[in-house]
């Protein structure tokens, strides 16, 4: 069983390695606006505010592409060379990034890393539900936060303090380095399964379940969705059970994003710089970055354990208690009251526990949860359409997170954060199955739906053959 369970860890491994390069562009902003916003080091003149927003944004926006085009690739072409797909693209862009001489070029090179992360995001995650062991398939899903985590460290920990052309060379090396595992790697057993290619799939899962016969009770369970295998992406749209789950998904994509936890890890660097503590904003970025990473490995280790909902729901309440300490730290400096001492570290502290919550629950399971919503016909359609979903709040959280801050001030922005983070956890709470320890049968089962009778008739009994 052990060597079962360490093939499934290599193979999500090796899949999610895709996911430094990731982390390294969703971090990118915040050491690049401010290199870029210095007299010192430019690519032509100094960042305005409203450019900064825009590169800041637009990949967010055009990563609603990069979800309709998985929406309609995963199915066609397989999980695997999706991600070598966003692997191209991402490479283009950290390119473009390399020798970019106007903003416009930025701009560009945001807009396609969106394309990518929308690839990437949609497909990771499903790819990694369908090689896991329902045992451990919440630990392998929390991999994506993880490696994500480890790109973030080092591009927070990194970028502060190298040039804004070895900061753009490494993002390209890394990119490329970690892609390259991934042409070795089988597809997923399901998708060859729908695909025609039974023998296939079988060689796959006894590589991955340790067994024949571990093979031959997963393919059982495969066998009872075969008749939806032709199904229109219509059809899979009018199902009510898809509808259900997708608005189960789609709710908790959109509050994700209102929480603005993205906006927060974006202008980590100018929230820093607003306190007067002695450590400086590029090092207490790296050190909220290294957090982050420790974050997720917790939860690699907890969520098969504790459960999905327990720890959601306590991360979340976290999140509101950061949220609200960041506003009240804020509004004491907006009224003139002088802050010192513990008060001058609140926004650190808050910091810390925002991120602490963040990669340690939500972060780690959001992708986890989603994937595990959707039956195996509709669960790439259904991954690629939620985040379709989350791409208008996404966008203008982000786009319009610096303005509402100039305009409102920083207080009610981050009390309205913390507000959302308890109308999650209770949502979390009262509408979402616990979904430890279940096979997708099962789940659908839980959630409802009457087509799945009898789920334990497939459970998958480990043998070692």
């Given at each position: 069983?052990r060597?079962?369970?360490?093939?499934?860890?290599?193979?999500?491994?090796?899949?999610?390695?895709?996911?430094?390069?990731?982390?390294?562009?969703?971090?990118?902003?915040?050491?690049?606006?401010?290199?870029?916003?210095?007299?010192?080091?430019?690519?032509?003149?100094?960042?305005?505010?409203?450019?900064?927003?825009?590169?800041?944004?637009?990949?967010?926006l055009?990563?609603?592409?990069?979800?309709?085009?998985?929406?309609?690739?995963v199915?066609?072409?397989?999980?695997?060379?999706?991600?070598?797909?966003?692997?191209?693209?991402?490479?283009?862009?950290?390119?473009?990034?390399?020798?970019?001489?106007d903003?416009?070029?930025?701009?560009?090179?945001?807009?396609?890393i969106?394309?990518?992360?929308?690839i990437?995001?949609?497909?990771?995650?499903?790819y990694?539900?369908?090689?896991a062991?329902?045992?451990?398939?919440?630990?392998?899903?929390?991999?994506?936060?993880?490696?994500?985590?480890?790109?973030?460290?080092?591009?927070?920990?990194?970028?502060?303090?190298?040039?804004?052309?070895?900061?753009?060379?490494?993002?390209?090396?890394?990119?490329?380095?970690?892609?390259?595992?991934?042409?070795?790697?089988?597809d997923?057993?399901?998708?060859?399964?729908y695909?025609?290619?039974?023998?296939?799939?079988?060689?796959?899962?006894?590589?991955?379940?340790?067994?024949?016969?571990?093979?031959?009770?997963?393919?059982?369970?495969?066998?009872?969705?075969?008749?939806?295998?032709?199904?229109?992406?219509?059809t899979?749209?009018?199902?009510?059970?898809f509808?259900?789950?997708?608005?189960k998904?789609?709710?908790?994509?959109?509050?994700?994003?209102?929480?603005?936890?993205?906006?927060?890890?974006?202008?980590?660097?100018?929230?820093?710089?607003?306190?007067?503590?002695?450590?400086?904003?590029?090092?207490?970025s790296?050190?909220?970055?290294?957090?982050?990473?420790?974050?997720?490995f917790?939860?690699?280790?907890?969520?098969?354990?504790?459960?999905?909902?327990?720890?959601?729901?306590?991360?979340?309440?976290?999140?509101?208690v950061?949220?609200?300490?960041l506003?009240?730290?804020?509004?004491?400096?907006?009224?003139?009251?002088?802050?010192?001492?513990?008060?001058?570290?609140?926004?650190?502290?808050?910091?810390?526990?925002?991120?602490?919550?963040?990669?340690?629950?939500?972060g780690?399971?959001?992708?986890?949860?989603?994937?595990?919503?959707?039956?195996d016909?509709?669960?790439?359609?259904?991954?690629?359409?939620?985040?379709?979903?989350g791409?208008?709040?996404?966008?203008?959280?982000?786009?319009?997170?610096?303005?509402?801050?100039?305009?409102?001030?920083?207080?009610?922005?981050?009390?309205?954060?913390?507000?959302?983070?308890?109308?999650?956890?209770?949502f979390?709470?009262?509408?979402?199955p616990?979904?430890?320890?279940?096979?997708?049968?099962?789940?659908?089962?839980?959630?409802?739906?009457?087509?799945?009778?009898?789920?334990?008739?497939?459970?998958?009994?480990?043998?070692?053959?």
């Amino acid at each position: 069983m052990r060597n079962m369970y360490f093939r499934q860890y290599a193979v999500v491994f090796a899949i999610n390695l895709n996911c430094v390069s990731f982390g390294l562009g969703t971090s990118w902003p915040s050491p690049v606006l401010v290199k870029l916003a210095n007299d010192t080091e430019t690519i032509g003149k100094p960042l305005e505010q409203n450019e900064g927003s825009w590169i800041v944004s637009t990949s967010f926006l055009t990563g609603s592409l990069g979800y309709v085009v998985s929406s309609v690739l995963v199915d066609f072409i397989g999980r695997k060379h999706c991600v070598i797909l966003s692997s191209v693209v991402r490479m283009a862009a950290a390119l473009l990034f390399l020798f970019a001489r106007d903003v416009w070029v930025l701009i560009l090179g945001r807009a396609i890393i969106g394309l990518s992360e929308g690839i990437i995001l949609s497909v990771i995650p499903v790819y990694a539900s369908e090689i896991a062991s329902k045992e451990i398939r919440g630990a392998l899903g929390v991999m994506l936060q993880i490696f994500t985590s480890i790109g973030s460290v080092i591009m927070l920990s990194v970028g502060p303090f190298i040039s804004y052309f070895h900061l753009n060379l490494m993002f390209t090396l890394i990119t490329l380095v970690t892609s390259i595992p991934t042409i070795f790697l089988p597809d997923s057993p399901n998708f060859l399964y729908y695909k025609g290619r039974e023998e296939e799939s079988k060689k796959v899962l006894i590589f991955l379940r340790g067994s024949e016969f571990n093979a031959n009770e997963e393919l059982k369970e495969y066998s009872t969705n075969r008749n939806y295998e032709k199904s229109s992406m219509l059809t899979i749209f009018r199902n009510k059970m898809f509808q259900k789950s997708l608005g189960k998904s789609g709710f908790i994509i959109i509050i994700l994003y209102l929480i603005g936890f993205n906006c927060v890890m974006t202008y980590l660097q100018t929230i820093l710089d607003t306190t007067q503590t002695n450590i400086r904003s590029g090092v207490a970025s790296g050190i909220i970055g290294a957090i982050n990473l420790l974050a997720s490995f917790s939860t690699l280790m907890t969520t098969d354990r504790f459960g999905r909902k327990p720890i959601l729901i306590c991360t979340l309440l976290g999140m509101l208690v950061g949220m609200v300490g960041l506003g009240v730290f804020f509004k004491l400096t907006e009224m003139g009251a002088e802050v010192s001492g513990f008060l001058n570290y609140l926004p650190l502290i808050s910091l810390l526990l925002i991120v602490i919550c963040y990669s340690g629950g939500l972060g780690s399971l959001l992708w986890v949860v989603i994937a595990e919503l959707f039956d195996d016909c509709s669960r790439g359609i259904g991954m690629a359409t939620t985040l379709l979903i989350g791409v208008v709040p996404s966008f203008l959280t982000l786009r319009y997170f610096s303005p509402l801050v100039d305009s409102w001030g920083p207080a009610p922005v981050f009390w309205a954060s913390a507000v959302f983070c308890a109308v999650l956890a209770m949502f979390v709470a009262l509408r979402l199955p616990e979904m430890k320890g279940k096979s997708f049968a099962e789940i659908q089962h839980a959630l409802g739906n009457s087509s799945v009778t009898n789920p334990q008739t497939f459970e998958l009994t480990p043998r070692i053959e």
